[in-house]
Each structure stands twice: as structure tokens, then as C-alpha cells.
């Protein structure tokens, strides 16, 4: 397989997971800075068209993984692929942003959720959405149902 | 940074990248199959709730990258993190399929867009999308309007 390499590296005002907003309802809206490496800016052009971007990258402080985990939004446990657990067989974590301007190689964005200094493996435009009335979302609909009642 | 590792296989109807639908209006709607390796599928528990999953996957046949790139949905180059193209610095590709069902550790899904044998580096649940009133496209949705002229 390929060897990954950091495109550049997330600027977030979080230096420990537990200032991360986890759980149900927790929402995402700070702001940070995808700081790409100079070698890689040309890759960038016309990106500041999109509103949102996919944002890819490493867990790089979680070594190992486990199968089975219970997630910060849900007392149950559940398999590693049905949750965003930063415990995974590849330490990929993933990260829908919003892109509020760009800088040069500096993209300013709103919603990130990562540590500062996570290095950013690819970003991707977001082109499409599933549309909500096709969207089932298995246990975190049922956590959400039970913390409701 | 970390190894990457196959934690499955696709079994897609495409044998060659020709026969994948690009460009303005592809649509993606072949079935095939996730075959999760043996190790991996207690990791898929509870996966059949969630009606769509995110598939990140490694693009195996793509030899090398370009920063810049002219994608089949348009005349004009592009930054290569402002397109889905296969020539990226860490080549790394992402579907949103749908979950047909599950047998075990083989997921039958719809929306396939990747080669038959492509390495699986991790799926996660797809759990919210962005409202269709705060979505931007940049230069997609202007080479889709001059398209329509």
C-alpha cells in the first residue's frame, strides 16, 4: 500500500480530546486553520468556490484500535465501523468543515473537531448530500430516542 | 505516520476505470459488494442500522499525482483538492454508498464507483449531511450551468 504523508497540518484550539465536544448534540462550530504545506498550495486553486470541504487525516495520538467500543453517545457498545471511534484499524479520521475564507495556503475554516497539529492527509470538495428522508442512522437515532424519553 | 492496511476488499462490476461513469451527471448506481476480511468483522457490528456508510478506500491503480488537473466534468484545470480525481499526494478515494444489506462480513451496497479488488482502509456511518441551502460548488456548479446554456 501507498505511504501516507501530511499535506499540511490542522491549526485548532484544541490540545487535548477531552476539550472535544462529544456525545449526542454535541456541536462542532470552532474555528481553525488547514495550514497546507507550500509544496502542495497549487493543489488548492478554485477551492474557495466550495462552501464545505471533506477533510481527511490522521489520528496520529491514538495508537491501536479495538473492534467492539462504546461511544461517547451511547452506553451500549457497538463495532468500530458504526462509530467515529478514533480507535480504528487505520487511524483515519474524517471531518466535514466549513470553509470560511482562504489565505494563500491558510484555509480559515468553522467546525473542526481535531487536535492541534493533526496532519491532514487530502481534502476534498463535498459535492452532494444524502437527502434526510433516505437517511437511517441505526443506533445513535435509538441513543438519541432513549435520551429523549 | 501510520501503516495503511487493507481491512477488506471491493467487489465492484468495474474492471477498468473507462467503464466507471464520469463527468457532469454520472450517476452511481452499480452494486457490489464490501468483503470485509475475517479479522476485521466483529468491527461491523450493529453497520446494518445505518441506511448509508462512508468508504474510504485506497486508489490502487493510480500511479504518481498532479496539483493541477482538468476533471471529466469540465474544460478547464482545477486544483486537485478541489476535485475527486485519483492523482492525489496520498491516493485516497471516498464513496457514500448505500448499505443493502449485510451477510456476515460481506456488505452488499449500492453506488459503487470503485475497480473490483480495491483495498478498503476504513468505513464509517454516515450520520448528517449539510442543508442543500448552505451547499456552494465552485466551479462544479458553473461548468453544470454552462452545460445547460
Chains 1, 2 share one sequence.
Do not use: C
Request: overall charge neutral.
Amino acid at each position: 500500500m501507498f505511504t501516507p504523508q501530511p499535506i499540511g497540518f490542522v491549526s485548532s484550539p484544541y490540545q487535548n480530546t477531552a476539550e472535544i465536544p462529544k456525545g449526542l448534540g454535541a456541536k462542532h462550530e470552532a474555528e481553525g486553520v488547514l495550514k497546507i504545506l507550500p509544496e502542495f498550495e497549487l493543489g488548492l486553486t478554485d477551492i474557495e468556490g466550495f462552501s464545505h470541504l471533506i477533510v481527511i487525516w490522521e489520528f496520529d495520538r491514538s495508537p491501536g484500535f479495538d473492534l467492539l467500543g462504546t461511544p461517547p453517545s451511547d452506553n451500549r457498545p457497538h463495532g468500530v465501523f458504526a462509530t467515529r471511534s478514533p480507535r480504528r484499524p487505520n487511524p483515519i479520521g474524517l471531518t466535514i468543515i466549513e470553509l470560511l475564507r482562504r489565505e494563500g495556503p491558510l484555509l480559515h475554516v468553522r467546525g473542526v473537531d481535531m487536535l492541534d497539529g493533526t496532519p491532514i492527509l487530502d481534502i476534498k470538495p463535498y459535492l452532494s448530500s444524502v437527502a434526510p428522508d433516505r437517511l437511517r442512522r441505526g443506533w445513535l437515532a435509538e441513543a438519541e430516542a432513549r435520551k429523549k424519553q
